[in-house]
């Protein structure tokens, strides 16, 4: 015999042994599955029940992340916006104790102008107080 046909020899045989065993073993399964089928379906419908709730528990706990990080982007949405709040009122607070120092400024500085006029009249009176008097001394 050639290599070549010992060769298809062996291949014929291995796969004629191949489909033996597929063969004999195809029953067996098929015997198991009809006498275990009631068992079979029950654990095909705990498995199916079990991998509802996967995704039912999968589905409610991306809910709850979701939920919860709307949650969180509110919360720091109302933080900001509380920041903001109080930046701005510590703004006009500031704005408005300026403007008060200001107009306190203002005020002391117009005071300083009165009191200084006043108080170069009063020097120019009294000046002229004493001309007066030293020229009736004068004419004495």
Do not use: C, G, W
């Given at each position: 015999m050639s290599l070549q046909a010992i060769s298809r020899f062996l291949t014929a045989a291995v796969m004629a042994a191949f489909v033996l065993a597929i063969t004999t073993a195809r029953p067996a399964k098929v015997s198991a599955q009809q006498y275990s089928t009631p068992k079979a379906l029950h654990e095909a419908q705990e498995e199916q029940d079990r991998a509802a709730k996967a995704a039912r528990d999968a589905e409610q706990d991306?809910?709850?992340?979701?939920?919860?990080?709307?949650h969180e982007a509110q919360e720091e949405q109302a933080r900001a916006a509380r920041a903001a709040a109080?930046?701005?009122?510590?703004?006009?607070?500031?704005?408005?104790?300026?403007?008060?120092?200001?107009?306190?400024?203002?005020d002391r500085a117009a005071k300083a102008a009165r009191d200084a006029e006043q108080d170069q009249q009063r020097a120019m009176e009294h000046a002229a107080h004493e001309?007066?008097?030293?020229?009736?001394?004068?004419r004495r």
């Amino acid at each position: 015999m050639s290599l070549q046909a010992i060769s298809r020899f062996l291949t014929a045989a291995v796969m004629a042994a191949f489909v033996l065993a597929i063969t004999t073993a195809r029953p067996a399964k098929v015997s198991a599955q009809q006498y275990s089928t009631p068992k079979a379906l029950h654990e095909a419908q705990e498995e199916q029940d079990r991998a509802a709730k996967a995704a039912r528990d999968a589905e409610q706990d991306q809910q709850r992340a979701m939920a919860k990080a709307a949650h969180e982007a509110q919360e720091e949405q109302a933080r900001a916006a509380r920041a903001a709040a109080d930046a701005e009122q510590d703004q006009q607070r500031a704005m408005n104790h300026a403007a008060h120092e200001a107009q306190e400024d203002r005020d002391r500085a117009a005071k300083a102008a009165r009191d200084a006029e006043q108080d170069q009249q009063r020097a120019m009176e009294h000046a002229a107080h004493e001309a007066a008097e030293q020229q009736v001394r004068m004419r004495r």
